[in-house]
C-alpha cells in the first residue's frame, strides 16, 4: 500500500494523471547541461511544461496540466494545498513545480531537483534524463528506485 500511495502521489505531483510510463533501457544521450531547456509536452498531452535555466540550476514550470485545471478546462486551479498559507490563494498557472535540477556530467544526467505537488502540497526529490530525445522526468521519496517516470518529448 506504501508503494501505491508513492506512485499515486507521484502522478499528482507530475500533474499528468498517468500511472507509469515505460521508460526506455537506452543510456543518456545528453551532450550538455543545457539540453533540457525548451518546451515538452507528455503524449497524451495531459501535460505541458517548459524547462528553464535557473542561473546554474534548471527548473521548469507549468504551461498546461490536466489535473491542474477547473472543470471549464482552461482555468487554473488555486495551490490550495500549499504548506505555505498565503500561497493557498495563486493560481497554478505557470508556478515553478521543479527545481534545483544540477547537471551531473558524470551520469549524464539532472539530479538534485525538487518536483512540487500541487494536489498534496508536498515535495519530492526529482532527477531528469534525455533517452532517444524523450526527457524522463523521475519524482521519488527517498531513493529513486521507489519513484515513476514520466516521459516527455520536446515540442519547442
Known amino acids: 500500500m506504501l508503494m501505491s500511495a508513492r506512485n499515486s502521489l507521484l502522478a499528482?505531483?507530475?500533474?499528468?494523471?498517468?500511472?507509469?510510463?515505460?521508460?526506455?533501457?537506452?543510456?543518456?544521450?545528453?551532450?550538455?547541461?543545457?539540453?533540457?531547456?525548451?518546451?515538452?509536452?507528455?503524449?497524451?498531452?495531459?501535460?505541458k511544461l517548459e524547462m528553464f535555466d535557473a542561473g546554474?540550476?534548471?527548473?521548469?514550470?507549468?504551461?498546461?496540466?490536466?489535473?491542474?485545471m477547473e472543470a471549464d478546462g482552461q482555468t487554473f486551479k488555486k495551490d490550495a494545498q500549499n504548506p505555505d498559507p498565503a500561497l493557498r490563494d495563486r493560481s497554478l498557472q505557470g508556478i515553478v513545480f521543479l527545481s534545483s535540477l544540477k547537471w551531473n556530467a558524470a551520469e549524464g544526467r539532472w539530479d538534485d531537483g525538487a518536483v512540487y505537488d500541487a494536489q498534496s502540497g508536498r515535495t519530492l526529490s526529482a532527477q531528469v534524463t534525455l533517452v532517444g530525445g524523450k526527457m524522463e522526468l523521475r519524482g521519488y521519496m527517498g531513493t529513486p528506485l521507489l519513484g515513476q517516470t514520466v516521459v516527455l518529448q520536446r515540442t519547442r
Open 12 to 47: 499528482a505531483t507530475l500533474a499528468a494523471g498517468l500511472t507509469g510510463l515505460p521508460v526506455a533501457g537506452a543510456l543518456a544521450q545528453a551532450a550538455g547541461p543545457g539540453e533540457i531547456v525548451g518546451v515538452w509536452e507528455t503524449e497524451n498531452r495531459q501535460l
Open 56 to 68: 546554474g540550476t534548471y527548473a521548469a514550470r507549468v504551461i498546461y496540466g490536466a489535473r491542474l
